[in-house]
């Protein structure tokens, strides 16, 4: 299958970027291995601001006053001045933006079975008879699907990443599943003509968000989620199809800087009936996404 192509290794182990920020404040950057294909992220920043990827602690002389880098999950200072992952693990977000937050699905049987009730609610066709009963069908497959993908795919090949929902501090109430969207390693030439100079790229694909929770920039958090794993995987170049009559979606990858390139052949759409779709591409650049991310 595509997402069991050949080991792509990612050589850069660590990168370093100084963006200067609209209020003249500098933020530093550093992501580097960390164990089981995951990442830490260190950072700094003197500077306000909402929705970012990367959200670092405020400048203050007092040590009480710094919060951890939230993307680390649980953290703590050592004795540098970096913040450090303690032992206990928690998730790593990818993006954090509008009060969403992104990160990478793992084997957990509960949650997998929730992204695929997203899915199939997303991509199921209605039919005119016994509906619910091809419902589960189809959302039984897509839990198959989801199921192998997990298990077999190497983990800089094929990631699943689901946005969770707000959690309210004053009850007990646990995060949410409202989004998710595949990122997966592909190498097709028909697109790579599209890719100078790229021998590779991360092609996103099944993007859904749950209905009681859609026009709520949930999947501009996804979308900056896959440049942000575009980035970590050593990706120039991210691709994602969509059909030419769907304008809402169309727009929503404009906005996140996606480009139409090509579309399907006339032969595919005129002889077959198959609605058309557009090849769009959106080259990833991290001092781009840093900055735009701060700025947000």
Request: glycine share 6%.
């Amino acid at each position: 299958m595509a997402h069991l192509l050949r080991h792509h290794s990612f050589t850069s182990t660590s990168v370093w970027t100084e963006a200067r920020l609209h209020h003249q404040a500098y933020a530093s950057i550093k992501l580097s291995n960390h164990r089981q294909g995951r990442w830490k992220i260190y950072g700094k920043r003197r500077a306000s601001g909402n929705g970012c990827v990367v959200q670092c602690c405020t400048s203050s002389s007092s040590a009480a006053a710094k919060p951890g880098v939230e993307l680390a999950g649980n953290t703590e200072e050592d004795n540098n001045g970096r913040w450090e992952e303690k032992e206990e693990q928690e998730p790593l977000y990818l993006a954090s933006e509008y009060g969403w937050k992104v990160r990478r699905l793992e084997e957990d049987q509960p949650e997998i079975k929730k992204v695929a009730e997203i899915q199939a609610e997303a991509f199921h066709q209605p039919m005119a008879f016994f509906d619910d009963l091809f419902f589960q069908f189809f959302q039984a497959e897509v839990l198959a699907g989801l199921t192998y993908k997990l298990r077999n795919s190497p983990p800089n090949r094929y990631a699943c990443l689901v946005a969770e929902s707000p959690s309210d501090a004053n009850s007990e109430s646990k995060t949410e599943l409202v989004g998710v969207v595949d990122v997966t390693a592909l190498r097709d030439e028909a697109v790579l003509q599209h890719l100078q100079g790229a021998d590779e790229y991360l092609y996103v694909s099944g993007l859904a968000v749950s209905k009681r929770f859609r026009r709520r920039k949930i999947g501009s958090c996804l979308l900056k989620a896959c440049e942000m794993l575009s980035v970590l995987w050593g990706f120039k170049y991210l691709v994602l199809r969509a059909y030419e009559d769907d304008l809402g979606a169309r727009t929503l990858y404009a906005n996140a800087g996606y480009r139409v390139v090509s579309g399907d052949p006339p032969w595919l759409t005129s002889w077959i009936g198959r609605r058309r779709r557009v090849l769009m591409i959106k080259q990833s650049n991290f001092l781009n996404l840093i900055n735009s991310t701060f700025q947000s």
